[in-house]
């Protein structure tokens, strides 16, 4: 199982607006307007320093960072991928 | 209000109709669609048969085959001069038929080299180029997996967006063009009542609107009328533009609807949003997206991978906005203004990033007090749409004029 909690301390640091209540593992980041699209590039700048991956902006539609599950799958993703390659 | 248009729609739906009952296989009728597409666009006047026949049609057929090319080839990574081939041919076509200073250059090349051949701008080219270079990246990232031709025909050329949008996705459509959305009864009531809103918005609020609204825009009446006059013609304009497009969004979104695809919203209440970035996020939704997705996304991605250890994301959030609505303004029309307009709107969206990053760190009853009181969210948006405003008078002018509205409406002059 992926450790989400890197990403939960990042978004609660340096995107989300200081003492909003974080959110779910299912509840919509971007679609809902808490972070705005620069702020996804900012979250898979993060993600491929911290988890070491590569994220290939035209492979991955931007809801595929909407939720900490899906951040979580695609980093499962590209860490396989990774693997694999 | 064409009549040969509505003609044309109503021959659509009745021959689709015909073709999902009788049609013996998906093959059959998948090509009445998109032939019956084709065969629509030949016939509106608006447009032209030639224009349609012997240059969208043949770039179209290019843009496929070069998109199958690129697929085998294993997409943009592993064949980077054949990707940029392939997204500089519409990117060319567009930009030769629609910019002036390119079209007289061309039109002294062709004559030059004895050819009896007018170039003219081409009506609903600026869609099909966006659409164009969406399908090449997404087949070349495998995003898009075997692509057919007439799905990707009746992709660029489906009536009822085909002028101006709202712009789709071709995996998204393709999956309503294999598999058409069943139409009840209710379904139809449905289509046909957003068609009679959207005519409802631009042929009758949008038009009663037009007089006043361009009033103030015209010289003589500009330089006499009053500042309040003015600020009220541009408030007009402002409601026009929004009524007049959303209007038309309406048409294509319940027009597709009785051809059984489901056409994506292109509007969500942009006048009431709280920032420029939100109002992006409302206004003309499917563009903003394509904009989001194939210019800013990439731009953005680039320069963070270049950014040096301590550099400001906010840097990077500038460059990316003013770039990306540059090449909107400029995709927009051809004259200063609109780039003006796009690289406006780029400064606009930055000043509201850094906004937000310079308040993230207040008090949440800061947050709260904006987001949540009537106070707070009515300044927000006050102070939105009158950005907003004073963009669509670059937009509605060329710039002499925007600088003499923006004068008279500052009571200067």
Redesign the interface.
């Known amino acids: 199982m992926m450790d989400k909690v890197p990403v939960v301390d990042y978004l609660r640091k340096r995107l989300l607006?200081?003492?909003?209540p974080m959110p779910g593992d299912d509840d919509p980041l971007f679609s809902n307007?808490l972070i705005?699209?620069?702020g996804?590039?900012?979250l898979?700048?993060f993600l491929e320093e911290e988890y070491g991956i590569n994220i290939?902006?035209?492979?991955h539609?931007?809801t595929d960072f909407d939720t900490l599950r899906k951040v979580t799958q695609v980093i499962a993703q590209e860490k396989e991928g990774r693997g694999h390659g | 209000l064409n009549p040969v248009f509505w003609g044309l729609l109503l021959g659509n739906v009745a021959l689709n109709a015909a073709a999902r009952r009788w049609g013996r296989t998906s093959y059959i009728r998948e090509w009445v669609f998109a032939a019956t597409q084709l065969a629509s666009l030949l016939l509106i006047a608006d447009i032209g048969w030639k224009p349609v026949l012997f240059f969208v049609l043949p770039l179209l057929v290019a843009v496929y085959l070069l998109g199958k090319a690129l697929a085998l080839a294993g997409g943009a990574r592993k064949n980077r001069l054949l990707f940029w081939v392939a997204v500089l041919i519409p990117v060319a076509a567009l930009a030769i038929t629609k910019y002036s200073i390119l079209r007289v250059a061309m039109g002294r090349i062709v004559s030059a080299a004895g050819w009896q051949l007018a170039i003219v701008p081409v009506a609903g080219l600026s869609y099909l180029v966006f659409k164009s270079i969406h399908y090449l990246v997404d087949v070349s990232s495998g995003r898009i997996s075997g692509p057919t031709f007439r799905s990707f025909l009746g992709f660029t050329l489906f009536l009822s967006t085909y002028p101006a949008g709202p712009m789709d996705r071709y995996d998204r459509f393709r999956k309503d063009f294999e598999n058409p959305v069943p139409l009840t009864c209710q379904d139809a009531f449905e289509a046909t009542w957003r068609i009679v809103v959207g005519l409802f918005k631009k042929y009758v609020l949008a038009a009663l609107l037009a007089r006043f609204a361009f009033s103030a825009f015209t010289t003589p009446e500009l330089a006499s009328a009053s500042p309040s006059t003015i600020w009220m013609s541009v408030y007009a304009y402002a409601l026009l533009i929004y009524l007049d497009f959303s209007g038309y969004s309406d048409l294509a979104i319940g027009s597709g609807r009785l051809l059984g695809v489901v056409v994506p919203e292109n509007f969500r209440h942009p006048y009431l949003k709280r920032n420029i970035i939100e109002f992006w996020n409302a206004w003309h939704i499917t563009l903003s997206n394509w904009l989001r997705d194939y210019l800013f996304m990439p731009i953005g991605k680039a320069l963070m991978k270049r950014k040096r250890a301590g550099g400001s994301n906010l840097t990077i959030a500038a460059a990316s906005y003013i770039a990306t609505f540059a090449v909107a303004g400029i995709w927009h029309g051809d004259g200063l203004n609109f780039l003006l307009w796009g690289v406006y709107n780029g400064v606009g969206l930055s000043v509201c990033k850094a906004y937000g990053q310079w308040t993230r760190p207040l008090p949440p009853a800061f947050h709260r007090f904006m987001q949540e009181t009537i106070f707070g969210k009515g300044l927000a948006v006050a102070l939105t749409f009158h950005f907003v405003v004073a963009g669509m008078v670059l937009f509605g002018n060329d710039l002499t004029r925007a600088m003499l509205v923006f004068r008279r409406l500052a009571g200067i002059g």
Do not use: N, Q, R, Y
């Not at chain 1, 607006?17 to 909003?20: K, L, V, Y």
């Open positions: 607006p200081a003492g909003s307007g705005d699209s620069f996804v590039l900012e898979i700048a290939d902006t035209a492979k539609h931007i």
